[in-house]
């Protein structure tokens, strides 16, 4: 049950929080002054369809404790005990006094994932972007209501996110699925509803073992070698699971833990995409399972030097002005290029206006989108199709303008080094499909939110500076009475 409380948090009044004085300069002080709580909590009210059951921490508290943890990329443990321990954190959560013991449970911080999804993330750093972006004045409107020019620069990429996982092999994954086959084997035999004194299922998991290890512990092995164990594993797999369905006549699968259950159906499924690469001779299949514990993890081929191959979600962002919005996240690999032209509409949708140019690799510059973008007059980065000007002049004016949006195509790249360095996005350690996008989404709102915070400090500083200088400059008047004669004068 959630109860919306739609009034403004008790503690808004700094200095009687903690008994005491809090800085009001302090980061997390201006960075509560810039989240739009109203909304986020209108946002979270939507996952509580009931009225009944115990009452739900405020939106504020949940989603506060997901942007510490990011920012300062700590565990779910970790968070609570920073929390507790912090009072300018307690004021970001909307604490009315500071409290020394923990908040709630580490074990929330997965709840709170769930409960605010990729596209909620998305959802309020779009408002987050209307609030703290400069107003644009309407003097491109004329009196004929013609649609506006082409206005700003649209920087486009993509990147993977490598989930943790092992780095799986074929053979890696068969040793680990007859494990597991092995241990259900084990549960329902011990349950089994006959009582009667029957033989248990032959599993031969020694065996298995030793032929595993056989290969994994020799730096060199043949093909021939390694294809003859993998199907040495899938025969253990596959006299494993028939010996599952003969024992579930005489025992309920309920006995099964839910996460084990849900292992029991992606090895099925594993199983027969081994056995058919394996017949077929052939190294990928669709839809190709990577990990028993995350299936839903696809292979992604980047084609880059120590790191041919990735394993987790694909991402498309955007970059303009500075703000980076996420504009996809898929676990399944596709062709970025074919973004571009909803990347283009989600421009246009939020400032009203097409970019004048987009910037993009090559991959990006297909016939389809090069004309789409002249259609809707956009310069798309990268040389033109056809040959060179024979005019040498003009020739150099082209290579600058090339290399001029390279440069400007480094933002975005920029944008993913700090993302996977400062943020922890090299590495996703969150289990579910929703929970990683829920993740990857907060990362680039906290940037953000990092980014709108620096510029409105800076905005702070220059206005300060500015009416110091005016009042130095009246004060001066005031003392110098000949001085103040000449400028009334």
């Excluded at 993509?158 to 241990?183: F, M, Q, W």
């Excluded at 309920?252 to 027969?272: A, C, H, M």
């Excluded at 299936?295 to 694909?314: L, M, Q, S, W, Y």
Aim: proline share 4%; aromatic share 10%.
């Amino acid at each position: 049950m959630y109860k919306n409380t739609g009034t403004e948090p008790k503690m808004a009044n700094l200095p009687y929080f903690l008994d005491g004085t809090l800085n009001i300069n302090n980061r997390w002080v201006k960075l509560a002054a810039t989240i739009p709580w109203k909304d986020v909590e209108e946002i979270y009210a939507l996952n509580f369809t009931s009225h009944t059951g115990p009452k739900a921490l405020p939106a504020r508290t949940a989603f506060g404790s997901l942007i510490i943890q990011v920012k300062l990329s700590l565990t779910d443990e970790e968070t609570v005990e920073m929390i507790s321990e912090n009072p300018y954190l307690q004021y970001f959560l909307g604490f009315e006094r500071y409290k020394q013991e923990s908040p709630f449970d580490p074990s929330m911080m997965t709840h709170f994932r769930k409960r605010f999804g990729a596209q909620d993330i998305k959802d309020i750093d779009d408002l987050l972007h209307k609030t703290t972006r400069p107003k644009e004045e309407d003097s491109d409107k004329d009196s004929d209501n013609d649609p506006p020019s082409n206005k700003g620069a649209l920087i486009v990429d993509a990147s993977c996110v490598p989930a943790d996982i092992h780095y799986p092999t074929d053979l890696g994954l068969l040793n680990k699925a007859r494990e597991k086959t092995e241990e259900i084997i084990d549960i329902l035999w011990r349950h089994r509803f006959n009582t009667e004194d029957k033989v248990k299922p032959r599993t031969y998991r020694e065996d298995g073992r030793k032929i595993f290890l056989s290969v994994v512990l020799k730096k060199r092995v043949s093909k021939k070698k390694r294809r003859e164990v993998i199907n040495r594993q899938l025969h253990c797999v596959r006299r494993n699971l028939a010996s599952i369905n003969e024992l579930k006549k005489h025992a309920d699968l309920g006995l099964l833990k839910p996460s084990l259950y849900r292992e029991l159906l992606v090895i099925g499924t594993l199983y027969q995409q081994q056995q058919y690469m394996y017949d077929n001779k052939v190294t990928s299949v669709d839809d190709r399972i990577v990990s028993i514990h995350q299936p839903h993890i696809r292979p992604i081929v980047r084609g880059k030097a120590g790191a041919h191959t990735e394993f987790g979600a694909k991402i498309s962002i955007s970059v303009v002005d500075g703000w980076t919005f996420v504009d996809t996240i898929s676990f399944d690999s596709y062709n970025e290029g074919t973004e571009l032209i909803s990347q283009v509409e989600k421009y246009k949708e939020r400032f009203g206006y097409y970019p004048e140019s987009a910037h993009a690799d090559k991959i990006y510059r297909t016939k389809e989108n090069r004309a789409y973008c002249k259609k809707h007059g956009i310069r798309i980065s990268g040389p033109s199709l056809g040959r060179p000007p024979k005019d040498a002049i003009l020739r150099e004016e082209q290579k600058e303008i090339q290399r001029q949006d390279e440069a400007i195509r480094n933002e975005v790249e920029g944008c993913f080094g700090v993302a996977k360095r400062r943020y922890k996005l090299d590495r996703i350690f969150t289990k579910t499909r929703t929970s990683s996008e829920t993740l990857i989404a907060l990362v680039f709102m906290v940037m953000n939110l990092d980014k709108a915070l620096a510029f409105l400090s800076l905005f702070g500083q220059y206005y300060k500076q500015l009416f110091a200088h005016v009042y130095c400059f009246i004060s001066l008047i005031n003392e110098n009475e000949h001085f103040k004669r000449r400028v009334i004068q």
